[in-house]
T-cell receptor
């Protein structure tokens, strides 16, 4: 069975602090994709990053960085020097695609991040 | 660039009424999805389509039907609305399997 666990329901940090959002996934498939999405208070979902199961390189994009570790089935997201605009709900997602039109998508329950000025 | 557009944005239905939610994308994406978002449950896949004329069931398909008659449109139908279908519905599209999905703005549906 597929599962995505975001154990942190809500996190509050003071502006300029660093914060890490945890994502732990479960799957028996060897080919899968992991995603992070941001949902600001306005409600839309914004794609942040995609990672396939064969690419364990960490990635940095400005103040955002992602740490993918297959050994611990984790795909954690770190925001450095947080800003008020980072306040949002962040979702981690797991996609299994086996070809032939099969799609199995599982989202975590989200982590609400509040950045206090 | 419109991206993914959902109509309507808000709707209130009475139990037993029917309605159709429309999703349109202008990115020539093959894959389209309908999700529902409920508090504390993240997003759950209702139905999806991997190309024009195809549909498939997701995690929570009961009570919903879909159609993909044109590549750019993906319709979600509720034949007999129930209060349990009160939710925020999101449509999304992606170019291919495993690529990033682009989401619409969401439709807030209340069934009373």
């Amino acid at each position: 069975a597929q599962k995505v666990t975001q154990a942190q329901t809500e996190i509050s940090v003071v502006e300029k602090e660093d914060v890490t959002l945890d994502c732990v996934y479960e799957t028996r498939d060897t080919t899968y994709y992991l995603f992070w999405y941001k949902q600001p208070p306005s409600g839309e979902l914004v794609f942040l990053i995609r990672r396939n199961s064969f690419d364990e390189q960490n990635e940095i994009s400005g103040r955002y960085s992602w740490n993918f570790q297959k050994s611990t089935s984790s795909f954690n997201f770190t925001i450095t020097a947080s800003q008020v605009v980072d306040s949002a709900v962040y979702f981690c997602a797991l996609l299994l695609g086996r070809g032939g039109g099969y799609q199995k998508v599982t989202f975590g329950t989200g982590t609400k991040l509040q950045v206090i000025p | 660039n419109a991206g993914v557009t959902q109509t309507p944005k808000f709707r209130v239905l009475k139990t037993g009424q029917s309605m159709t939610l429309l999703c349109a994308q202008d990115m020539n994406h093959e894959y389209m999805y309908w999700y529902r978002q409920d508090p504390g449950m993240g997003l759950r896949l209702i139905h999806y389509s991997v190309g024009e004329g195809t549909t498939a069931k997701g995690e929570v398909p009961d009570g919903y039907n879909v159609s993909r008659l044109k590549k750019q449109n993906f319709l979600l139908g509720l034949e007999s609305a129930a209060p349990s279908q009160t939710s925020v519905y999101f449509c999304a599209s992606s170019y291919d399997e495993g690529t990033a999905a682009f989401f619409g703005q969401g439709t807030r549906l209340t069934v009373v």
